[in-house]
Each structure stands twice: as structure tokens, then as C-alpha cells.
């Protein structure tokens, strides 16, 4: 129903700033949540940052004031620029997206969302 594909990763030292996208594919109309995740060896995956409808948006405290997501609905894009990057940060970053409501939050959790990309990696050196 959705498809979902991430660009952007690379190598970069501390830092420095990366920009991923996600291109949406399908019935794009119906995902009203939309957020990126990342995981790193030996860690769950966990929560980044999310965009909820048009206006609501939320960060992780470890990326709040280096991260700013965005989307452009004329594209079917999602984006995360990522300024200030640390060795901690890297990971393979994913996008999720999640059919929600208007009238319901959206979740944080990786079982709140339906539909992944197949991940992008990010890595940072010191």
C-alpha cells in the first residue's frame, strides 16, 4: 500500500551535517504519521524524531536542537537534516510511517508503525 525508500546516509566526522530523505510511494494520502528511526549494533531501534498531520512535531532529547524534520507533501518526501552530528548518532536511520487519526497521537514506538523503509546508514567519526 506504501512504499517507502531512504537516501542521504554517508560518512561524515563529528561535527558535521547530513540530510536524509524518504520518498513515499502509493497511497501516500493515508499516512498522517510520519517519523525516522535509527539503530545501531547491538541496540533496539529507537525513535528519532516524528511528524504528526501537517503541524505537530516531536524530537528525542538526544537529537532535540541538532535534528529538524520536515516533509514536502508536493513531493511525498520526508526529510531529517542532522547538524552537529556525533560518533553517537551513527546508525541506520529508517523511515516509518503509520496510518493515524486527526483526533489520536501518533506513536513512538516501532510497533506503532506500519510501513519501513529499508534503512540508510549514517556513520560518524571522531
Known amino acids: 500500500q506504501v512504499q517507502l525508500v531512504e537516501s542521504g546516509g554517508g560518512s561524515v566526522q563529528a561535527g558535521g551535517s547530513l540530510k536524509l530523505s524518504c520518498a513515499a510511494f502509493g497511497y501516500t494520502y493515508s499516512t498522517y504519521c510520519m517519523a525516522w528511526f535509527r539503530q545501531a549494533p547491538g541496540k533496539e531501534r529507537e525513535w528519532v524524531a516524528g511528524i504528526e498531520g501537517e503541524r505537530t512535531i516531536n524530537y528525542a532529547d538526544s537529537v532535540k536542537g541538532r535534528f529538524t524534520i520536515s516533509k514536502d507533501n508536493a513531493k511525498n518526501t520526508l526529510y531529517l537534516q542532522m547538524n552537529s552530528l556525533k560518533p553517537e548518532d551513527t546508525a541506520m536511520y529508517y523511515c516509518?510511517?503509520?496510518?493515524?487519526?486527526?483526533?489520536?497521537?501518533?506513536?513512538?514506538?516501532?510497533?506503532?508503525?506500519?510501513?519501513w523503509g529499508q534503512g540508510t546508514q549514517v556513520t560518524v567519526s571522531s
Open positions: 516509518a510511517a503509520d496510518e493515524g487519526y486527526s483526533d489520536e497521537p501518533c506513536g513512538s514506538a516501532r510497533s506503532d508503525f506500519d510501513y
